[in-house]
């Protein structure tokens, strides 16, 4: 890793207050270079097969913490599993009903600001997810 990417990583821990540590700059270096929704034991085995082995115990809290600082999300997969996104811009989700498959999609979302019940509390995000048949699993329902 080059020096100045380094510095943006830890800049990245350090804008959200979060001590920089070894495993928190690896954990985000991965973060930044993949692609996908992750569980906590997928990443571990990426981490590994990389040769950045972090103990699990370890992945596990600094997950939480990312998670908690919003440094990255967290969403269900299919199994109701957690899974850790690796996608750091905020974005909505397409989920395919038969695969599971869950794509990262950016919408134009219209003004979701309540009308009655709740119109008084401050909106600081929104999660939308929409469902349907992802291609692959359209063209095996046709052959
Ligand atoms: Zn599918
Ligand atoms: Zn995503």
Redesign the pocket.
């Known amino acids: 890793m080059s020096g100045s990417a380094l510095n943006e990583l830890q800049h990245h821990l350090e804008r959200r207050g979060l001590r920089v540590t070894q495993p928190r700059l690896r954990l985000l270096e991965f973060f930044l270079h993949t692609e996908g929704?992750f569980t906590p034991e997928e990443i571990s085995e990426r981490l590994r097969e990389a040769g950045q082995p972090l103990p699990i115990a370890t992945l596990y809290q600094n997950l939480r913490t990312f998670s908690e600082h919003g440094l990255i999300?967290e969403?269900i997969g299919r199994s109701g599993e957690v899974r850790y996104?690796?996608?750091l811009m905020p974005?909505s989700?397409l989920r395919c009903a038969q695969c599971g498959t869950?794509?990262?999609i950016i919408l134009s979302l219209p003004d979701l600001r309540p009308q009655g019940p709740g119109h008084d509390w401050h909106i600081t995000g929104a999660r939308v997810e929409l469902q349907g048949v992802c291609p692959d699993c359209q063209a095996q329902a046709a052959s």
Request: proline content about 0%; aromatic content about 0%.
């Open positions: 929704h999300g969403v996104d690796t996608n974005h989700h869950l794509l990262d």
